[in-house]
């Protein structure tokens, strides 16, 4: 089975902190993707990354900045965390090739105080 | 600009009945369309996906129906079980992107 796996599943911060949330998953996947949920808008995507080190805009990247230095993970950055982000985030990773499935982490709700 | 459009917020149906469950899109470079389901507090799972060239795909209580001229698509679950009271989301792919376009998610729930 694959397991994604997200560093917390909660965090509270304050506006202006850096915020890190950390993605992890184990099936070697080549993509990874972040995403985050508000009601009534689905879910968006953030930053996505088809390799190691490579990392591409989604339809809402600002505010944030993403790092991939090993395969296995994927962290997206609030640089300086506003009311706005707020959300619930949610990490996805797939195999290169011609599927198309992505498997989700069980997400971090970031409430920004 | 919304791609993928789900018109339903929820949907309330009794136990043993039908569920269906729609999704419009407006891209006609989309090639491959999912259906996620997501509890509270969970990450969206896989439930069931069809090709842009196919029209039907079955799958045990699931089946997604897809009419390309309408670009429309839909989700049955028969018989609908009060286990299936979750979120649905609809998803597409453009071709060769690797990427997923969600729509708003829509709430059903089951009553027993």
């Known amino acids: 089975d694959v397991k994604v796996t997200q560093s917390s599943r909660y965090l509270v911060k304050r506006t202006g902190e850096k915020v890190f949330l950390e993605c992890v998953q184990d099936m070697d996947h080549e993509n990874m993707f972040w995403y985050r949920q508000d009601p009534g808008l689905g879910l968006r995507l953030i930053y996505f990354?088809?390799?190691?080190?490579?990392?591409e805009k989604g339809d809402i990247p600002e505010g944030y900045s993403v790092s991939r230095e090993k395969k296995e993970r994927f962290s997206l950055i609030l640089e300086s965390a506003s009311t706005n982000q707020t959300s619930m985030y949610l990490c996805a990773s797939r195999t290169g090739g011609g599927t198309y499935e992505q498997y989700f982490g069980p997400g971090t709700r970031l409430t920004v105080t | 600009d919304q791609q993928v459009k789900q018109n339903s917020p929820s949907l309330s149906v009794q136990e043993g009945r039908i569920s269906i469950l729609n999704c419009d899109y407006t891209?006609?470079?989309?090639?491959?369309f999912l259906w996620y389901k997501k509890y509270p507090a969970e990450g969206p799972t896989f439930l069931i996906s069809?090709?842009?060239?196919?029209d039907k795909n079955e799958d045990g209580r699931f089946t997604v129906f897809l009419n390309k001229s309408a670009k429309h698509l839909s989700l049955h679950i028969v018989p609908s079980q009060p286990g299936d009271s979750a979120v649905y989301f609809c998803a597409a792919s453009p071709s060769n992107t690797g990427k997923l376009i969600f729509g708003q998610g829509t709430t059903l729930q089951v009553k027993p």
């Open positions: 990354s088809y390799d190691v080190k490579m990392k």
């Open positions: 891209n006609s470079m989309f090639d491959y």
């Open positions: 069809i090709s842009s060239i196919k």
